[in-house]
T-cell receptor, first 115, second 115 residues
Framework: ETGVTQSPTHLIKTRGQQVTLRCSSQ?????VSWYQQALGQGPQFIFQ???????GRGNFPPRFSGLQFPNYSSELNVNALELDDSALYLC??????????????FGEGSRLTVL | GESVGLHLPTLSVQEGDNSIINCAYS??????FIWYKQESGKGPQFIID?????DKRQGQRVTVLLNKTVKHLSLQIAATQPGDSAVYFC??????????????FGPGTSLSVIP
């Protein structure tokens, strides 16, 4: 177990709706990254938060947004859902500067289905 | 653009044999290369990493080889066991400022162990 927890584990939405996914990072980790993993593919980087500020963003539209809280937990918000947003959303925490490798510790993901 | 890819999407090995999973990368600026294992229904799990200034690193039953000349990374698993059945991702990471940049994942190789 990595100590990273995500909620909800599964959810179903319809096109145009909005969704919020939550992540509690491992104790002591100040960096949270979000990834989207479509079926049969590798995780794609969405963005990363370091000490409550966005610290890098992948090739995702602005309707994907996030937050990191003072306790380093994080949210991923997706507005105006599209069918292609159906995927496993993974949260990963890391030590940031405290890590010699930037090793990511992943949660088990939130499976989003958009109908 | 940056990309990390794998040569084979699937690999089947007999229990007890050695497994070799290969990966090609394109970004010579990466500081670390990492192998992750993802079992069905779970998030990716760190296996082993290697710094860009090394060419070999060994762990428990696993060895990672890095050939920077041809931009090739491989994961060797000794005495493969049924519990090794999973999707394996190579990934790359580089240091950026106060934290690490996004980790870029390849598409994955599915390893099946035949009892």
């Amino acid at each position: 177990e990595t100590g990273v927890t995500q909620s909800p584990t599964h959810l179903i939405k319809t096109r145009g709706q909005q969704v919020t996914l939550r992540c509690s990072s491992q104790s002591g980790h100040n960096t949270v990254s979000w990834y989207q993993q479509a079926l049969g593919q590798g995780p794609q980087f969405i963005f990363q938060y370091y000490r409550e500020e966005e610290n890098g963003r992948g090739n995702f539209p602005p309707r994907f947004s996030g937050l990191q809280f003072p306790n380093y937990s994080s949210e991923l918000n997706v507005n105006a859902l599209e069918l292609d947003d159906s995927a496993l959303y993974l949260c990963a925490s890391s030590l940031g500067l405290g890590s010699s490798t930037g090793e990511l510790f992943f949660g088990e993901g939130s499976r989003l289905t958009v109908l | 653009g940056e990309s990390v890819g794998l040569h084979l999407p699937t690999l089947s090995v007999q229990e007890g044999d050695n497994s070799i999973i290969n990966c090609a990368y394109s970004n010579s600026a990466s500081d670390y290369f990492i192998w992750y294992k993802q079992e069905s229904g779970k998030g990716p799990q760190f296996i082993i990493d290697i710094r860009s200034n090394m060419d070999k690193r060994q762990g428990q039953r696993v060895t990672v080889l890095l050939n920077k000349t041809v931009k090739h990374l491989s994961l060797q698993i000794a005495a493969t066991q049924p519990g090794d059945s999973a999707v394996y991702f190579c990934a790359e990471n580089k240091f950026k400022g106060a934290s690490y940049d996004k980790v870029i994942f390849g598409p994955g190789t599915s390893l099946s162990v035949i009892p």
